[in-house]
């Protein structure tokens, strides 16, 4: 479920969470309720009369969390409609068998806690915490806004138990918080509520979505760009600095930020952005972006940037931006061609086909980007071969024990107290479905891993 809502989630994520979060980096406000842990002498500039006492630094904190707080769960229970329709049916099925398996009164919280133990505890507390691994944030937080993240994720935390874990554990400190959570408490069932309201026959798939949003700008900064075409120029005047704009719809550059005449390349062009060896240009951190003209030609555009980081953020962002496009390459340089040959491959050909494979074709457990969905959709994959062997034996293999003389009892072993026959009919059939799928990727996985095999069979020896 992590990686199915961070393969299916992350724009929604954004949108929610985002603004709330740039305010606390932006901000940075000293905040604690620990009493172990304040530092009365950070608060100094909050008061004129001394040094602040404890309860002076916990009523402000207080005031700063509830402050930063608020907008968070107010848009939070605000989303369900923005909320990706492949998410939602998920939680609608969650909340179904849940229900079905625990129907009792005293039970009524577990259909909640079910759907808001992935959503809250899973996806918006771990993204509070961490900005960065979620991509909400480029750099990670310093201490002091760290330890706010923290306050913050506990808080979305509790929110998501529903209350039910307050005023235990040791953290008695965390109690002035608690009225405005047991208040949000019910805000939280009603979205909820809402949340799994939604048709069952809504098409839950459809083309790929933008992981970038269209006119937002997602990164910006200087970069060198090499020219077209350098005539013979060297390397190092060969690539001026630009300052580059990277949103949904345009990759754009110019002079400098103030400068008004901008060039633009359109992401919707982009076939490929890859990196670029150090010996093409003998310059490091260099990477390409390929993209292809109303008539069919592919122009490259080398971009240098300052640290291995920086490459690394550029590429995920290009390649995020990118990802719906169609007719990605499943192939090309990772050199230059300079000097009437490629400096990779050495093919005299300006138009001979790449050597390497490209992001897109790349094996994906080979791919580490965590929010990059080619990864997210290898993990979920990996993660049902594992269970494979089990869905068969539970499934499959004691319904077929079930048509013994044995089973005439009516009692069904393999099956929960309580349920429904016509329900595990319709989850012995999902599991068989589930298993032909399995199996279809195995096949195709296995003809793949042939076909690679026969490609360095008759690949032509080097020099």
């Known amino acids: 479920m992590e990686q199915f ?31 172990s842990k304040m530092d009365l002498g950070r608060t100094k500039r909050i008061s004129f009369k001394g040094t602040p006492s404890e309860e002076h630094v916990r009523e402000t904190s207080l005031g700063l969390l509830t402050g930063y707080l608020g907008p968070i769960v107010d848009v939070i229970v605000g989303s369900a409609g923005r909320c990706p329709a492949a998410m939602r049916l998920a939680f609608k099925q969650l909340h179904l068998r849940v229900e079905e398996r625990f129907p009792q009164a005293q039970h009524k919280d577990v259909k909640y806690l079910a759907i808001s133990g992935f959503l809250f505890l899973r996806f918006f507390a ?16 310093d201490p002091q806004t760290s330890r706010s993240l923290l306050l913050l994720a506990k808080a979305v935390q509790s929110i998501g138990n529903l209350g039910q874990q307050l005023g235990q554990g040791k953290e008695l400190w965390m109690a002035p918080l608690h009225p405005f959570l047991l208040q949000s408490i019910s805000r939280v069932r009603d979205f909820l509520d809402q949340l799994v309201d939604v048709d069952g026959e809504e098409e839950a798939g459809g083309p790929a979505r933008a992981l970038v949003p269209p006119s937002v700008t997602v990164r910006e900064g200087y970069l060198l760009k090499r020219k077209e075409d350098p005539a013979g120029l060297a390397t190092r005047f060969a690539f001026k600095k630009r300052y580059f704009w990277l949103s949904g719809e345009t990759l754009s ?3 400098s930020p103030e400068w008004q005449m901008r060039s633009s390349i359109p992401v919707s062009h982009i076939r490929a952005v890859e990196r670029v060896d150090e010996g093409a240009f003998q310059l490091p951190h260099v990477m390409q972006v390929v993209t292809q003209d109303g008539s069919g030609t592919l122009h490259t555009t080398y971009l240098q940037c300052k640290n291995v980081n920086d490459l690394n953020q550029w590429l995920s962002a290009l390649r995020k931006a990118s990802a719906p496009n169609p007719d990605k390459l499943a192939t090309c340089h990772p050199g230059a061609f300079r000097s009437a040959r490629w400096t990779c491959c050495l093919q005299a050909e300006r138009s001979a086909a790449g050597c390497s494979h490209t992001h897109s074709a790349v094996t994906l457990g080979d ?25 068969r034996i539970k499934f499959l293999e004691d319904f077929n024990m079930d048509t013994s003389p044995e089973a ?30 399995l199996e279809d990727l195995d096949h195709a996985h296995e003809e793949f891993q042939q076909q690679e095999q026969r490609k360095m069979v008759w690949a032509p020896l080097g020099p």
């Not at 915490?129 to 991509?135: A, E, N, V, Y």
């Not at 929010?371 to 049902?384: F, I, K």
């Open 5 to 35: 809502m961070k393969l299916v989630g992350m724009p929604y994520l954004h949108e929610v969470l985002k603004p709330a979060i740039n305010r606390v980096f932006e901000e940075k406000k000293y905040i604690e309720l620990d009493p």
């Open 408 to 437: 005439d009892t009516g009692k069904d072993f393999s099956a929960p107290e309580g349920a429904c026959p016509d329900a595990l009919v319709g989850q012995r059939a999902a599991a068989a479905r589930l298993l032909d799928v």
């Open 126 to 141: 771990p993204a509070v915490l961490t900005p960065k691994l979620f991509d909400l944030r480029d750099q990670h937080a």
């Open 253 to 255: 550059y110019s002079k």
């Open 367 to 391: 791919w580490s980007d965590p929010l990059d969905p080619d990864a997210e959709t290898q993990m979920v994959y990996r993660q049902l071969l594992l269970g494979r062997d089990q869905l």
